[in-house]
């Protein structure tokens, strides 16, 4: 299942990649690839912005802004005015 | 050793049954409990097989079957019963005969994952270390960054982890990893971190392959079972609100050119009670099942979709009963309610971003808002005008 086009965060640098390949191993989505030595985003779009990525670059290379994806979160979030948490009942 | 009636100690071994003591009645009879486990205040948990001794002392070997009441357990999870505090003690605990050298598995103190992690760890020796998590799976309790870095870095040494093993390697559940940067662990505490595949089945392959995972273990899927099996917790988390909205629907049913009637209530509230309840499902149910062939990008478009296909049915067969301005009321405002349950699915799905849902939800909320009202306006509008 596809999500929407280009809406993501999700920034890679390839200048200050080191070619690790950590980044390839934690996406879920596959959004990263290998090439020349460096990784390379191959389908950003289905990137889901959880965020293992850029936590994982020890080079500081990868930006996204991850957060909690569901919408009553996000509706809080607006009310409140604060960043999006989670605090639905415990377990969501 | 006096011949008594008891079994012998749990150390000592024998090939003969105990005498007297095989019925499940033994607490009548002459002889001790056989669980030497017993300690004032504490409850040996059912999933602990024996204990093993280590340099650390004792360690707890957890069984990798599962019993009747960890599938009842794991079913009241899904009905979203007792999730707050469905939960394991943190700490290291052993499956198998692990020695100095086996793997250390890292895992979340909610039991339903700690339960998807061994069961499937048969044959294998290995080291489980659970973090304290607050009770809440790997990959939510990531995002939150409970699963995180600190606490990983805090449990290795408070578990005395290097003590045990003589290896300095965890290996983390991949979803495990939004909370967690590696080079920091190992930064913290000289562990190296080894990301697993996303599904714990997949973890005696990967031990196998020398923890190399093929790329099918690192991608999440989203099967039909597993959309289903996320349904009930998404009708359960709404039940408080909606039974205020279906106690305030049968209410203003009962306001019509009567002003207010009990005749009202029941032709009209509760036809309006059972459409909010249509709505609930084909939003927060039918449309998470059906989710890949219903059209439409957004969640909210999925579900206002389902939801006009659903009321569509209800508006063929009352077609003369409900009239004009009422069956317009029913399609708009079970629309508006599935979309809205539906729009709420982006919080359990694997695959939307926040960023996404954010954008889906701008223009969703106020067209919801819309159709709720004009629906509103609808049936009172119907009621009023066929009775003057």
Not at chain 1, 28 to 57: S, W, Y
Not at chain 2, 35 to 40: A, L, M, N, T
Not at chain 2, 103 to 123: C, G, H, I, Q, T
């Amino acid at each position: 299942m596809k999500y929407f086009k280009n809406v993501v965060t999700l920034v890679l640098d390839q200048t200050k990649c080191t070619g690790c390949t950590l980044c390839t191993l934690v996406c879920p989505h596959g959004v990263f690839i290998m090439h020349a030595g460096k990784a390379t985003l191959t389908d950003r779009d289905r990137c889901m912005e959880c965020g293992a990525c850029a936590q994982n670059c020890a080079f500081e290379a990868i930006s996204v802004k991850a957060g909690v994806g569901c919408a009553s979160a996000i509706i809080n979030g607006w009310l409140t005015g604060k960043e999006p948490s989670c605090d639905c009942g415990g377990s969501c | 050793m006096n011949k008594s009636c008891c079994p012998p100690q749990r150390d000592q071994t024998t090939a003969e049954p105990p005498s007297c003591c095989s019925s499940k009645s033994a607490a009548a009879s002459c002889c001790p409990p056989t669980v030497d486990r017993e300690r004032p205040g504490y409850r040996l948990q059912a999933y602990v097989s024996d204990w093993l001794q280590t340099p650390i002392g004792e360690i707890p070997q957890v069984a990798t079957t599962l019993t009747a009441s960890d599938r009842r357990g794991a079913l009241q999870m899904r009905w979203g019963m007792g999730r707050d505090h469905y939960t394991v003690a943190p700490g290291l605990y052993a499956v198998g005969h692990p020695q100095a050298e086996a793997p250390v598995l890292v895992s979340a103190n909610y039991k339903l994952s700690f339960d998807a992690l061994r069961k499937e760890l048969r044959e294998i020796d290995a080291w489980i270390l659970v973090i304290d998590t607050k009770g809440i799976n790997v990959w939510c309790a990531a995002g939150k960054g409970t699963f995180g870095t600190a606490e990983i870095t805090r449990r290795v040494k408070s578990a005395n982890l290097s003590k045990v093993v003589n290896h300095r390697r965890l290996i983390l559940p991949q979803l495990g990893a939004p909370g967690v940067a590696a080079h920091k662990v190992a930064a913290g505490c000289g562990f190296k971190i080894v990301y697993g595949p996303v599904r714990a089945r997949d973890l005696p392959a990967f031990l196998q392959a020398e923890c190399k995972a093929t790329a099918a273990m690192r991608r999440v899927s989203f099967t039909t079972w597993e959309r289903l099996i996320l349904t009930p917790v998404e009708l359960m988390m709404m039940t408080k609100v909606s039974a205020w909205i279906l106690l305030g629907l049968v209410l203003l049913g009962g306001i019509g050119p009567a002003v207010f009637s009990l005749h009202g209530i029941w032709s009209r509230g509760l036809v309006a009670a059972a459409v909010y309840l249509a709505g609930l499902v084909a939003g927060a149910v039918v449309t998470p099942v059906l989710l890949p062939w219903v059209p439409g990008t957004a969640l909210a478009l999925k579900g206002c979709l389902v939801g006009l296909a659903t009321a569509l049915i209800p508006c063929g067969i009352f077609v003369n009963q409900l009239g004009m301005l009422h069956s317009f009321a029913l399609i708009l405002a079970l629309s508006a309610v599935a979309s809205y349950c539906a729009m709420n699915f982006t919080g359990s799905t694997t695959y939307t971003s926040p960023s996404g849902v954010g954008k889906e939800m701008r223009v969703a909320i106020p067209l919801q808002a819309l159709a709720v009202l004009l629906a509103g306006i609808s049936w009172f509008w119907g009621t009023f005008s066929t009775r003057l």
